[in-house]
């Protein structure tokens, strides 16, 4: 495939059953969703380095109001080493085909799999033929 389709990038929470055009499925939490046996998520991979920091995880505390502020401050995160290897993977796998990220939040407007997915949209639209740090894959 040569082009990128933003919609082939899906978010989805871990109690969600999985659907046969999820495409590659991975869990994006640094921790693994309460009460979630392994075989239901159905997972190709678990991202762990992709996820916000602990301390950043806490300071948000799922509150709608600091949103804003916990997407700059994870974008910044998602930027320095492990997280952005796996951010340059998560990239690789989405130029492939669909791509499902798994998450648990309960609010399914503010959780870092959709910060996630915009910064992945961000390096398929502009870095077409790059990695997520820039250099040619």
Do not use: C
Request: hydrophobic residues 35%.
């Amino acid at each position: 495939m040569t082009a990128h389709k933003p919609h082939q990038i899906r978010i989805k929470r871990a109690y969600a059953a999985p659907a046969d055009d999820d495409g590659r499925r991975v869990l994006v939490d640094r921790m693994w969703p309460r009460g979630v046996a392994r075989e239901k998520l159905a997972l190709d991979d678990w991202q762990k380095e992709a996820s916000p920091s602990d301390g950043l995880r806490h300071w948000f505390n799922h509150d709608p109001s600091r949103w804003p502020e916990f997407v700059r401050r994870y974008g910044d995160e998602l930027k320095r080493p492990p997280a952005n290897s796996a951010v340059d993977e998560l990239v690789r796998r989405a130029r492939k085909g669909p791509l499902t990220l798994i998450y648990a939040a309960r609010d399914e407007a503010h959780n870092n799999a959709v910060a996630l997915r915009d910064v992945i949209v961000h390096h398929l639209s502009h870095r077409a033929g790059t990695s997520a740090r820039g250099k040619s894959p």
